[in-house]
């Protein structure tokens, strides 16, 4: 390709301002960020999540043209296959879909899909000012619905459901995120809840989802079981952490290549190489 790459973001939310930042990192002549679609020849367009009208992609046959679905139709369907189903005839009009983990590719392979699949982890959102305060706080960052957990499990294990981070102190603390796999969302999940306690130098507790795993590796400490049967023991541990300036320090050296690798500027990199450029 010798022409342009067109990022398409023409939807006014905030992954659409995170990827925005994104690529303006990217110091390229040839990318061109757009809230409408141009018509070009020989060159890459990028689009994310929106979905356009398939008429206008198929005008564009002449490009390669890359797709970035993120979590959209989280809501929409039982389970993946199901999603996919619903969606295969659009995802066909691209030449290659970037996934949230390796496990969303595999998820899309086992299905039959054939065209090219990238992967892309969902960075950190740099406008927060960082605190070096201590909280024992537990927050999980989010919407419920992207949970297992249930209001009651808040109350119970003394979690703070956050659903604007703007809204709180941005303290070192403990996040927690807990999704089993009778979801849709869990092969659609983004690294964000980890890549946002990563930030902010947190200590972060989950149950095995595959994004994470991806991340943390398989030996990570502070894994909760999918029944929930070793969540006081996983929160003291995580608690214990953050007590013991020695463990803490610790915690935040063995993680900080997971901090690293979610970066603006690396997972920008990361773009660079899904172009080529």
């Known amino acids: 390709m010798d022409n342009n790459i067109n990022i398409i973001i023409n939807s006014p939310n905030l992954s659409s301002q995170l990827k925005t930042y994104l690529f303006s ?29 398939g008429k206008i992609i198929n005008k564009l046959k ?23 189903k619903h969606n295969i005839n659009y995802f066909n009009l691209f030449d290659e879909i970037i996934c949230n983990s390796k496990f969303m590719a595999e998820n899309f392979k086992s299905l039959g899909y054939e065209k090219k699949l990238s992967v892309s982890y969902h960075e950190y959102d740099i406008k927060y000012n960082a605190s070096s305060d201590k909280s024992t706080d537990i927050l999980y960052c989010g919407f419920l619905k992207k949970s297992s957990f249930s209001i009651n499990d808040f109350k119970k294990y003394n979690i703070k459901l956050v659903k604007d981070y703007n809204t709180i102190n941005k303290n070192v603390c403990i996040h927690i995120d807990y999704l089993i796999n009778n979801k849709l969302y869990y ?48 929160i003291k541990k995580a608690k214990n952490i953050l007590d013991d300036n020695k463990l803490y320090n610790d915690y935040i050296k063995q993680y900080a290549h997971v901090r690293e690798r979610l970066s603006p500027i690396n997972v920008a990199n990361n773009y660079k190489n899904i172009f080529n450029i």
């Not at 002549?29 to 994310?48: A, C, E, R, V």
Request: net charge negative; glycine share 0%; with cysteine.
């Open 62 to 84: 002449n490009n390669y043209l890359v797709y970035e679905p993120l979590d959209v139709d989280w809501k929409s369907f039982a389970n993946f296959e199901a999603y996919y």
């Open 187 to 234: 092969t659609l999940h983004t690294a964000t809840k980890l890549s946002t306690a990563m930030y902010f130098n947190c200590i972060f507790i989950c149950n095995r989802i595959p994004v994470y795993v991806e991340l943390l590796g398989e030996e990570y400490e502070l894994y909760l079981n999918d029944d929930l049967s070793n969540i006081d023991e996983i």
């Open 25 to 53: 990192l990217i110091v390229n002549d040839k990318i061109k960020i757009y809230s409408h679609i141009p018509f070009d020849n020989n060159s890459i367009y990028y689009f994310l999540k929106k979905k356009q009208d």
